[in-house]
């Protein structure tokens, strides 16, 4: 019994520390070995594939994940818009193709809402048309939720990337070899 309790111990209060994700450097980084005995916080790093999937599952909680809260109205309006016009474009193609099986059906005796105002290539056409803008509403919103995931991984992994701050660009007049003057183009990327 006692040997359970301790095997129940070990368990319950080791496996904690064992899923922490902390490497050798980044607890060094965290912990000074000077006088100082504060501890730093280490600096957030978002999993790629965790913001991919956030993102796949619920539009916009990748930039949620990635701390990036300012890109979730634009998420969230993005597909809400084209979800709008797909329904749109979906409710105006049923209209027109309720009334154009109607006038398959009945001939001269249809009493669709476009009786006397459309005839019945006139409903074909803009049955046609309705249902290539819903394609095409459907095709936009694809585009659109395969972005949005796109932009969460690449923020992910573009959110720590360091960037010097003496990154310059400098032009200036330079000699040719055949002893003629050009303009040159230096950028130097110290660090």
Known sequence: MRLLIIALFLVLFGLPSLAQDTTASQVAEAVPL????????????????????????????????????????????????TIYF???????????????????AFGVNSTDEFQGILS??????????????????????????AGQIMEAISAAHLRNFDISKDLSMQVRPVLTPINTFGVGLVVNFKK
């Open 120 to 145: 019945t290539e006139g409903i074909k056409q803009y049955q046609d048309e309705a249902k290539q803008g819903m394609d095409m509403m459907v095709v936009y919103t694809l585009i659109g939720y």
């Open 34 to 81: 000077a006088k100082d005995a504060t501890i730093k916080k280490l600096k957030f790093q978002p999993d790629p594939k965790r913001a991919g999937l956030y993102s796949a599952l619920i539009p916009g909680m990748g930039q949620l994940y990635n701390r990036q809260y300012w890109k979730m109205p634009i998420v969230f309006a993005t597909m809400g818009t």
């Open 86 to 104: 797909v329904i749109k474009r979906n409710n105006e193609y049923q209209r027109y193709r309720k009334a154009y099986v109607s006038r398959i």
